[in-house]
């Protein structure tokens, strides 16, 4: 099973707004509301950002949010800050024996 | 506080077996599923498998299946990753993750282990 498509990289000044995109297929993305984003800095692992498409967990900024259209979700964060510097997955859930789908994540410059 | 805490770095040769652990705390282990996530040295995350340490179900994605066993004890709040032959291409750092909602197999990891990197060379 292929990943979820993301770009490789994206970059932003501090105080402006970016958007990571993820593409999937109606059998992923499109087929569920089973979306999230997860935030990695260097060395370290995983932190959950968003789940659900676009719902926080307890402590999240809210200047991250999350959305879907069709085969495609995105991940918003806004008011760039220098600690926001990470890579960012998407995963989906999958109707394949996969299961679980991420993306191939896009590392984030904030310049 | 939940935590998932993993064991140490482990540096193996190929061929020989090898078992990491991932000890939660701040829950009720039993009634959350367990994921295992690998990231091979600069790559993304691949899910492997999951286990629900309340009856040990567990599984495992097509790409993993066969090569590794999943696994927990619930009377100590372990989980269990193993290898049985290891090769150099499981060189990678392992993530165990808690799947979010009690029960279910919802696919979403809220908290992670540390990680463990695994070295396997001769």
């Known amino acids: 099973q292929s990943a979820l498509t993301q770009p490789a990289s994206v970059s932003g000044s501090p105080g402006q707004s970016i958007t990571i995109s993820c593409t999937g297929t109606?059998?992923?993305?499109?087929?569920?509301?089973?979306v999230s984003w997860y935030q990695q800095h260097p060395g370290k692992a995983p932190k959950l950002m968003i789940l659900?498409?676009?719902d926080r967990p307890s402590g999240v900024s809210n200047r991250f949010s999350g959305s879907k259209s069709g085969n495609t979700a995105s991940l918003n964060i806004s008011g760039l800050q220098t600690e926001d510097e990470a890579d960012y997955y998407c995963?989906?859930?999958?109707?394949?024996?996969?299961?679980?789908?991420f993306g191939g994540g896009t590392k984030l410059t904030v310049l | 506080e939940v935590q998932l805490v993993q064991s140490g770095a482990e540096v193996k040769k190929p061929g020989e077996s090898l078992r990491i652990s991932c000890q939660g705390s701040?829950?009720?282990?039993?009634?959350?599923?367990i994921a295992w996530v690998r990231q091979m040295p600069g790559k993304q995350l691949e899910w492997m498998g999951t286990?629900?340490?309340?009856?040990?179900?567990?599984r495992y994605s097509p790409a993993f299946q066969g090569h590794v066993t999943i696994s927990a004890d619930r009377s100590t709040s372990t989980a269990y990753l193993q290898w049985t032959t290891l090769k150099a291409s499981d060189t990678a750092m392992y993530y165990c993750?808690?799947?979010?909602?009690?029960?279910?197999?919802?696919?979403?990891?809220?908290?992670w282990g540390q990680g463990t990197l695994v070295t396997v060379s001769s």
């Open positions: 993750a808690r799947l979010g909602v009690p029960g279910a197999l919802d696919p979403t990891f809220d908290f």
């Open positions: 701040g829950y009720t282990f039993s009634t959350y599923w």
């Open positions: 286990v629900y340490p309340a009856n040990s179900n567990s």
């Open positions: 109606s059998s992923d993305i499109g087929g569920y509301n089973y």
């Open positions: 659900d498409v676009s």
């Open positions: 995963s989906s859930f999958t109707s394949s024996s996969a299961y679980v789908l």
